[in-house]
């Protein structure tokens, strides 16, 4: 899971500048260059759901036949308001309860994969699979969803380009990895037929190097402390080191 860290500083003087410095402290080294499997733009087929489409589950096994199905690339979706048109690159019909997508990506050796992260910018809900095996899911979707299944309200990001929330999925993801073809299905939910949205953007990254995807920020200001917080894309140690002036970031917590 990506990590989500705060440290407090003090004392704090509310009447002097507080500069600071975040060091991110990697605790093993990627021994293998970071690839991009998947992201905006990647080629999938898709299948937009108005109604039962009759096939359950059975269309994440890396084995079914989607050789029907539309082919688009990513993101799919639609957006009657335009405010996620950015973020489409394959757009569906208004008024439907679900997409199912699917594409591929090849590896040569699996044992040079020591990490995976998977990103996603969506609206509303959305469930992914890889090679069969669910390895992340957005909050307030069903366990087993159905075609028309609701899902809790998420709003995409809306941006020009994807904002993808990111998530550590080496646990269950990299034992399930194969050398050559490997299968992403992801399913989105809309909240009902009747919303105004329904949007998916993934992106599946081997070998992720460290980055800060949030922040830092500070908040809970007081007279003499104040917190200071950040997130990661992998749990990693930190350190902030801060003063106040530029040349002399003195302390550190």
Request: glycine fraction near 8%; hydrophobic fraction near 40%; include cysteine.
């Amino acid at each position: 899971m990506r990590e989500t860290v705060a440290a407090r500083i003090s004392p704090f003087s509310r009447f002097g500048l507080l500069l600071c410095a975040l060091v991110l402290m990697v605790s093993g080294t990627t021994a293998f260059a970071q690839t991009t499997a998947v992201t905006f733009g990647s080629p999938h087929r898709y299948l937009a759901n108005s109604s039962d489409p009759g096939i359950g589950l059975s269309w994440v096994d890396p084995v079914f036949d989607d050789s029907s199905w539309n082919v688009g690339t990513y993101g799919v979706g639609y957006d009657t308001y335009n405010g996620a048109w950015n973020l489409l690159q394959t757009t569906t019909a208004p008024g439907i309860s679900s997409i199912y997508t699917r594409t591929t990506f090849e590896i040569a050796d699996i044992t040079q994969i020591t990490s995976l992260v998977l990103g996603a910018d969506y609206d509303d809900g959305y469930i992914a699979w890889l090679n069969g095996i669910e390895v992340a899911r957005s909050a307030g979707v069903p366990a087993v969803p159905t075609w028309d299944s609701s899902s809790a309200s998420h709003e995409s990001s809306n941006w020009i380009t994807p904002v993808y929330e990111l998530f550590d999925i080496s646990l269950n993801g990299i034992p399930v990895l194969q050398n050559g073809t490997n299968v992403l299905a992801i399913g989105v939910w809309n909240t009902a037929p009747s919303s105004s949205d329904l949007v998916v953007v993934p992106e599946l990254v081997l070998n992720p190097g460290l980055a800060v995807v949030r922040g830092p920020y500070l908040q809970l200001g007081t007279p003499d402390s104040i917190v200071l917080r950040w997130r990661t894309n992998m749990a990693t140690s930190s350190r902030v080191v801060f003063g106040s002036q530029p040349g002399s970031l003195t302390r550190s917590v």
